[in-house]
């Protein structure tokens, strides 16, 4: 069922001294990209292609959110754009509100177009060519546009006012802020443009306006007036260049457009909801809980494809979570809708069948990305319904006890052995009018990782490590050296202090600097020797204790070691050559595995030892 809003097939308002502006309005989603790099061009601006949803080169991101991203290096002025116009289409994910996604509002997945100035023009040139691409290319109606501006930004109500808007439909809003994406970077105040869609969709106040909750005025498109930048402590300072930066999302354009109520009843979901609707012989429109859990599969299709396709594995952390969390929510809603079966790779079909065009690299890398989906949803419904029968117990047996919450431990127990993540189990409990105890829970999860940081030292050693060491942490001098002279700090048998130790006894010496390298990112530990005034240390293996100490592992093979002692610590050179070159295959490899199966296989761990290296990576191939 497509829901049509009231159409503006009159021209009030179109200006008729409109030059260069093609006859027709864009009305599909192509033509709508088509329109914006057009229009952009014609105002001398490059197009740069969409960078990857990973962001390069900034750690403090977990995906790309915006167009602007990948120009901030260009803004900050650290580096040269190859023009001062930029304008693109981008790939965004965004991560906020995931558990509302399924509503009309929010997306995962969506496309940005954007328009840049890289230090050349500002506000004046901003506004009005937004203003003359609404009118004349869009061919929008002036009386139905909106404006909002930051409340402190004069310059721009004059410009907006310069344009045509009358005054009373420019509304200054608190939160035109825009910016950073990550903890500094630039930003600066915002100037957004609406479409007022018509009092059918609206609450009936009498002060509704852009900024209301209502469906009725819908925001397209955001102008940000780069001037500042903020550190991580959120101090401003100016700008040397000033920059602009617009966001405008493809989807909501194209409902726009289209005259549709939602970007789901667009060109760019039609198909993929159609498909949605194939696989589980529903009907959209038909009911609003179902229409939900179809929109649901819609957008997180969107998203699983579209993140697997530039290289995110799932896993427990980071953006591999994100993924995760999308898999198994859709797993969810799936099984809800009633299907029994795997089937987002199904979705996934859809999804790269819409946008393969636009996207090829989806369609080249169509089986690794099934694959990866597969897979993840294999695992989460192999343990789905034993967790939802958990939790149906434990839901009743609260409400029987007359308690409203879930204790975190529980909550906890789902994630740990059933890998539901929190948030979906906290969705769960909403729909059951429920809640848990965070805290609770995240003490139970700070434990866990204490127990296996804990669990993970002493069995990498095979030993007990002995007892915290008071004294200064070691000096390492193994980048420079294979020999070096150290003194002896502290000595341990059997995981106790000890003044000396003597010969045919093993246990762990601790030097003020060594040569020796501990074991570490899967780079196993230096052995050789200590030699003191009065006996030698045969060193098995070198350890850390995980507080700066190189623990050199042995046994006394000749006289005795004593605290204090200066000794002559020598690697086995021959050894350390041997784990040297097998850590240079670790690099060559990894690289090689990135070309040949794609950027996805990340490393994941990796063991080398002279003998022998070993690399873990995930791909979803034998
Ligand atoms: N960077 C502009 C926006 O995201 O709206």
Redesign the pocket.
């Known amino acids: 069922m497509i829901h049509v809003i009231q159409g503006w097939t009159d021209t009030t308002g179109v200006r008729d001294d409109m030059q260069g502006a093609p006859t027709n309005k864009p009305v599909t989603s192509e033509e709508i990209r088509r329109a914006w790099l057009d229009f952009f061009k014609g105002k001398g601006h490059l197009e740069m292609p969409s960078s990857s949803l990973v962001p390069h080169d900034d750690p403090t991101v977990l995906l790309t959110?915006?167009?602007?991203q990948q120009m901030i290096p260009f803004m900050l002025g650290r580096e040269q754009p190859p023009r001062r116009r930029l304008v693109s289409i981008q790939k965004c994910f965004r991560t906020t509100d995931i558990d509302s996604v399924g509503n009309l509002r929010n997306l995962t997945f969506f496309e940005?177009l954007?328009n840049f100035s890289i230090g050349d023009y500002f506000k004046a040139e901003a506004i009005a060519w937004a203003w003359e691409f609404v009118l004349d290319w869009l061919k929008l109606p002036a009386d139905r546009l909106w404006i909002t501006v930051h409340p402190t930004d004069d310059e721009a109500v004059d410009l907006w006012l310069r344009t045509g808007v009358p005054r009373e439909r420019i509304v200054p809003l608190e939160e035109n802020w825009?910016?950073p994406p990550g903890l500094s970077g630039p930003c600066g105040p915002?100037s957004e443009l609406y479409l007022d869609r018509g009092e059918a969709l609206g609450c009936g106040r009498p002060d509704c306006k852009p900024g209301c909750d209502c469906e009725r005025f819908l925001e397209f498109w955001?102008l940000?007036f780069m001037q500042y930048s903020q550190d991580e402590h959120g101090h401003r300072t100016p700008l040397a260049q000033k920059n602009i930066?617009?966001?405008a999302g493809l989807e909501r354009l194209s409902a726009i457009m289209q005259e549709c109520r939602s970007v789901y009843e667009t060109d760019l979901f039609r198909p993929i909801v159609a498909g949605v609707e194939r696989l589980t012989g529903l009907t959209y429109g038909a009911s609003p809980e179902q229409d939900f859990g179809l929109r649901v599969l819609a957008d997180h299709g969107r998203g699983m494809t579209f993140l697997v396709g530039d290289g995110v594995v799932p896993s427990n952390e980071g953006r591999g979570y994100v993924l995760r969390r999308i898999i198994r929510r859709a797993v969810r809603y799936g099984r809800l809708l009633g299907l029994d079966r795997p089937f987002l790779t199904h979705i996934v079909d859809l999804v790269i069948d819409r946008m393969g065009k636009v996207y090829p690299s989806l369609i080249a890398d169509r089986e690794r990305i099934r694959q990866t989906v597969a897979t993840e949803e294999e695992r989460f419904a192999a343990t789905l319904q034993a967790g939802l029968a958990l939790l149906e117990r434990w839901t009743a047996e609260a409400r029987d006890r007359g308690e409203r919450s879930l204790s975190g431990e529980l909550v906890f127990k789902l994630y740990d052995t059933y890998g539901f993540p929190e948030e979906l189990t906290a969705e769960i409990l909403r729909e059951r009018g429920l809640t848990f105890d965070e805290d609770e829970y995240r003490r139970a999860m700070e434990e866990q990782r204490a127990r296996s940081r804990a669990a993970g030292r002493f069995a990498v050693a095979g030993r007990a490590l002995g007892a915290a060491l008071d004294v200064p942490r070691t000096e390492f001098l193994g980048y420079e050296a294979t020999s070096a002279e150290g003194r002896v700090l502290a000595l341990q048998r059997d995981g106790v202090p000890v003044e000396a130790m003597g010969e045919g006894e093993t246990g762990v010496v601790v030097l003020d600097r060594t040569p020796f390298y501990a074991e570490a990112g899967g780079q196993v530990g230096d052995t050789g020797v200590l030699v003191g005034p009065a006996g030698r240390f045969l060193v098995e293996d070198t350890q850390s204790d995980g507080a700066g100490h190189h623990l050199h592992l042995g046994r006394v093979v000749e006289g005795v070691l004593q605290l204090g002692e200066t000794v002559r610590a020598t690697v086995d050179a021959r050894r350390r050559e041997d784990i040297m070159r097998h850590h240079t295959v670790t690099h060559l490899l990894h690289q090689a595995l990135q070309d040949v199966l794609g950027p996805h296989a990340l490393q994941a761990g990796s063991l080398v030892s002279p003998d022998v290296a070993r690399f873990d990576f995930a791909h979803p191939r034998p």
């Open positions: 959110t915006a167009g602007m940005m954007g825009w910016g915002d955001n940000v930066d617009t966001g």
